[in-house]
Nanobody, 124 residues
Framework: QVQLVESGGGLVQAGGSLRLSCAASVRTFSRYAMGWFRQAPGKEREFVAGINWTGGNTDYADSVKGRFTISRDNAKNTVYLQIYSLKPEDTAVYFC?????????????????WGQGTQVTVSS
């Protein structure tokens, strides 16, 4: 069983930055691919960013490329999402997810564990 706890969300003005964190309670964190997803009101959950088990490979949704950076610290069992140049359309609940995989995973259906989410609200 893997427990994931996100933090770092909040209310920011457009153009601002945030760093989201996701702490995992599992001894073998380095065996898991990690992902960040988001869900805005009335919309489906969408992939934002993913990272493989070593942190050497990443993937991003086209809508966030160049503004979002995913990283991980396996010694701290934590994955991060650095967000720059926030836009009002980035407003959503952000979730992290984990699955046993060596590669980056984009499909949310392939993730086995999810956090409770952290709210990001961007004001214009």
């Amino acid at each position: 069983q893997v427990q994931l706890v996100e933090s770092g969300g909040g209310l920011v003005q457009a153009g601002g930055s945030l760093r989201l964190s996701c702490a995992a309670s599992v001894r073998t964190f380095s065996r898991y691919a990690m992902g960040w997803f988001r869900q805005a009101p009335g919309k489906e959950r969408e992939f934002v960013a993913g990272i493989n088990w070593t942190g050497g490979n990443t993937d991003y949704a086209d809508s966030v490329k160049g503004r979002f950076t995913i990283s991980r610290d396996n010694a701290k069992n934590t994955v991060y999402l650095q967000i720059y140049s926030l836009k009002p359309e980035d407003t959503a609940v952000y979730f992290c997810a984990a699955t046993l995989s060596r590669t980056v995973v984009v499909d949310p259906n392939e993730y086995d564990y999810w956090g409770q989410g952290t709210q990001v609200t961007v004001s214009s």
